[in-house]
């Protein structure tokens, strides 16, 4: 739940081709972009696709940036451009997602669990750098966890869109809706030691990465198992929260 998971898909045996000599125009380069995506990979694509129909504009930009990259390397650098971007674009909406509806912030949780689960069976590792900062595209290597990535990040434009088209104003999370979170935590099978390794680990806390999947996965059941109001203030603090560690943890580096 803490993370602002964009999805973008794996490198899986994707093919680099030399660009031609040929000089290419613009318009070229763009189409050669789009045509790489759909190629070798679907899940960029499938993105791609939904980023053009909720902020066409910032669309516009990721195609530039990937035609730029594949004039200048291959088709490789064109993906990597283009996810590079689809991440950095959501992470700027996360005041948008805080303001979403009901039934977009639920779903949006909902896919997160779907996240946490795949991550324990396919790649645990990731469920650490989740709790900390987005997920990078270049660390996914499995094919199942990029299309449940790329999930997760549709639904983040799609809430990012409906904050923007039909915005909530909400209050900030309550002291009864954080006993609400620890009680559910609890029903789901979390100890009061899992809850504290959870706090920890988006305040930078270590933990071993099975654990930090069993952390991540009891926050998210334990969200979606609130009331709507209660889940809907939770899930609006913990984006801004992590917007707010993030840009910190970025200023001391």
Excluded at 133 to 145: E, L
Excluded at 205 to 232: H, K, S, V, W
Excluded at 239 to 249: D, I, M, Q, S, V
């Amino acid at each position: 739940m803490r993370n602002v998971l964009w999805g973008a898909a794996a490198l899986v045996c994707l093919s680099v081709y030399p660009i031609s000599a040929t000089a290419m125009t613009r318009a070229e380069a763009r189409a050669a972009a789009e045509r790489v995506a759909m190629l070798h990979d679907k899940d960029l694509a499938g993105s791609l696709s939904e980023f053009k129909q909720d902020f066409p504009e910032e669309y516009e930009k990721t195609i530039d940036l990937m035609a730029a990259a594949y004039l200048k390397g291959n088709e490789h650098d064109a993906i990597v451009a283009g996810r590079e971007y689809l991440v950095r674009a959501t992470y700027a909406q996360i005041g948008n997602i805080a303001n979403a509806p009901d039934e977009a912030l639920l779903r949006l949780v909902q896919a997160q669990q779907t996240l946490f689960a795949t991550l324990a069976r396919a790649q645990p590792e990731l469920c650490l750098q989740a709790a900390r900062g987005p997920i990078q595209p270049d660390t996914v290597h499995d094919p199942d966890v990029a299309k449940v990535l790329g999930g997760v990040g549709i639904e983040q434009l799609h809430a990012a869109r409906a904050g923007i088209d039909h915005p909530v104003v909400r209050g900030p999370a309550t002291q009864d809706d954080f006993a609400a979170l620890r009680q559910a935590f609890y029903a789901a099978g979390g100890t009061l030691q899992d809850l504290q390794t959870a706090a920890s680990l988006g305040q930078g806390g270590n933990a071993d990465p099975d654990t930090a999947c069993r952390e991540n996965l009891l926050m998210a059941q334990a969200t979606i198992a609130l009331p709507p109001e209660a889940r809907d203030r939770v899930i609006a603090m913990a984006y801004l929260k992590f917007k707010e560690l993030t840009e910190k943890r970025t200023l001391h580096r």
